[in-house]
């Protein structure tokens, strides 16, 4: 899909913070997704796979795509603040509200997997079914999940992740920071 063919974007208030959503297809069924690779409702429609993946998935739906606050197009949090998973549920369910995208199955995956799981178990009533892609209760190796990273590979990452973005490499602090090392 070319840029021009992007589909708009639409807004929806909770609170103080505006939700970017798109709502594309003209399936009877309604079908929410919660991106996780791309978190961006443009920036999702500029790769090529992802662009198919979500035509496909809106040739036999109505899909509603949804940028979590604090990304994509949504409104960004004040600095040192960051939603909680009852929030992004909150969020999620506001944005069906404003597609009229009730009931809907919900499509997630990786950490949205976390809002899906609770959206569905809080509210069976806004669900029809749950779909879910690669989803982990964790995202560190413990004896019960011995194929999840290592702290070391957490690190590794993260501090790779920082030199692209221009911030340089990791201090050695970063897992303390986001909240990882020393959870469990």
């Known amino acids: 899909m070319s840029a021009a063919l992007i589909p708009s974007v639409q807004y929806t208030k909770r609170g103080e913070f505006t939700l970017a959503y798109q709502a594309i297809g003209s399936g009877i069924k309604n079908l929410v997704y919660l991106p996780f ?6 920036g999702n429609w500029l790769f090529p796979e992802h ?6 998935l809106a040739s036999s739906s109505r899909l509603v795509i ?3 606050r604090g990304m994509g197009c949504s409104d ?3 600095p040192g603040q960051s939603p909680t998973l009852e929030d992004h549920v909150d969020d999620v369910l506001e944005v069906m509200n404003a597609a009229y995208a009730t009931p809907a199955t ?3 995956g990786h950490e949205t997997a976390f809002i899906a799981m609770l959206a569905a178990a809080a509210h069976p009533d806004r669900f029809a079914a749950l779909i879910l892609w690669s989803p ?8 019960e999940l011995p194929w999840e990273a290592s702290d070391d590979e957490i690190e590794a990452s993260l501090g790779d992740h920082l030199e692209q973005v221009g911030r340089g490499p990791a201090d050695g602090h970063d897992l303390d920071r986001i909240g990882v090392r020393g959870a469990g």
């Not at 662009?51 to 496909?56: G, H, N, V």
């Not at 982990?136 to 004896?143: A, E, G, I, K, Q």
């Open 37 to 42: 690779e791309i978190p961006n409702l443009v």
């Open 51 to 56: 662009s198919k993946f979500m035509e496909r």
């Open 106 to 108: 919900l499509l997630a």
């Open 136 to 143: 982990s209760p964790s995202w560190r190796r413990s004896d």
């Open 66 to 68: 949804s940028d979590r």
């Open 76 to 78: 960004r949090m004040p």
